[in-house]
């Protein structure tokens, strides 16, 4: 059987001061990913390897880790792609190391909730008046925002977030923006004190590296500048309009 | 028992090329910057009659100000070519037709406009060349 190279970056608690590379030389097969590589090297190799992981297919967004220093899903990257030189797993960037390939993600969750996840209605119907109804154009508005598997590659590729952890950061803002974009949603103006917050939309320098490692295509850099332009309207309208006029 | 490990930041833009190049894109528009600085100083030399005007075009004909303008060129082509790249994450959704303007027509449509605009600005500069 093959084998290739590969580095994981193990880091516990209990013993090490600070993480370091461990090398393994693993046996592979073409159709194996580095997820796959990773539960083989803790089966055979070294049982006490932890990290994160369930669904195998890019939908739980469970198992990001950077391979070769990119943001990328273990079980949508494969070893073969670094044959014969090997490659080096590590934990997601800009996010504090728990242990070895484990990352401590309860900044994100905290700000995931703070965004109003989810639909407030704009006019509550009841079961009689039927369905909320969509034309496609509104549905193509927000669909592909409404995509996002809460992975945290962006935030790896977010050179901002990982200089200042308090800014609101390229996943909850594009979900922020899927519900805004919503024609069903009335919570625009809680969400856009969110928005044009210093830590919000305005600390993102369009680096745009978010919207290239998102595995998903949601594109979270559109999302938080199309809400600039959201927030200078919301700023300057409130000057020329009567309250209210800026939703 | 926890102890979460932050890494450092050091030198983060030279961690991956993507950084590298946002960088390149951000520090070009120093160079812009500087080209706007040249100009104004030209139409302030121009409100101080011809002698001084002359005497500014006479200093932009000198070997260190050509250096100088080629290496604003380079960094304007980098800033232009980098930044329309990045236009469509930047602007709303296009819509034509109902069907979304791909991202890749955004910026051919920006780079085309821009090479358009400075070759229709080279024309009207030779046309009224003394």
């Given amino acids: ?247 | 028992m926890r102890k979460p490990y932050v890494r450092p930041m050091t030198r983060w833009w030279r961690r991956d090329p993507y950084f590298v190049r946002y960088m390149w894109r951000e520090a070009t528009a120093l160079a812009v910057a500087a080209y706007a600085v040249v100009l104004t100083v030209g139409v302030w030399r121009l409100a101080q009659g011809q002698a001084a005007f002359d005497g500014w075009l006479q200093a932009l004909r000198s070997w260190p100000s050509i250096v100088f303008h080629l290496v604003l060129l380079a960094a304007m082509v980098i800033h232009a070519v980098s930044w329309f790249e990045i236009m469509p994450k930047t602007m709303p959704m296009l819509f034509v037709d109902g069907e979304r303007v791909p991202a890749a027509t955004i910026t051919r449509a920006g780079l085309v406009t821009a090479v358009a605009a400075a070759l229709a600005l080279f024309a009207l500069a030779w046309m009224l060349k003394p």
């Fill in chain 1, 1 to 247: 059987m093959k084998t290739i190279p590969i580095q994981v970056l193990r880091y516990r608690p209990e013993q090490d001061a600070e993480p370091w590379w461990q090398k393994f030389d693993l046996p592979y097969t073409d159709d194996m990913s580095v997820l796959q590589g990773l539960l083989a090297i803790k089966d055979d190799f070294d049982g006490s390897l932890s990290l994160r992981w369930t669904c195998r297919m890019a939908i739980c967004g469970s198992c990001g880790v950077m391979i070769d220093g990119k943001p990328r899903l273990g079980c949508k990257t494969f070893l073969r792609d670094y044959a014969p030189a090997g490659l080096r797993v590590e934990p997601l960037a800009h996010f504090p190391i728990e242990r070895d390939l484990v990352v401590n993600i309860e900044d994100f969750i905290d700000k995931l909730e703070s965004i109003t996840p989810y639909i407030v209605p704009k006019e509550p119907r009841t079961l009689e008046q039927g369905e909320y109804l969509q034309t496609p154009h509104e549905l193509e508005l927000f669909e592909q925002y409404s995509s996002c598997i809460n992975c945290l590659l962006c935030y790896a590729a977010c050179p901002q977030y990982g200089l200042n952890d308090k800014f609101v950061g390229p996943a909850a803002l594009a979900l922020l923006h899927r519900y805004n974009a919503d024609s069903r949603d009335g919570a625009r103006q809680e969400r856009m004190q969110i928005v044009n917050a210093k830590v919000g939309v305005w600390s993102c320098t369009a680096v745009g590296y978010c919207s290239e490692v998102c595995p998903k295509g949601v594109d979270p850099a559109n999302a938080v500048n199309q809400n600039k332009v959201a927030s200078a309207k919301d700023y300057f309208l409130r000057f020329v309009a009567p309250k209210g006029a800026a939703r």
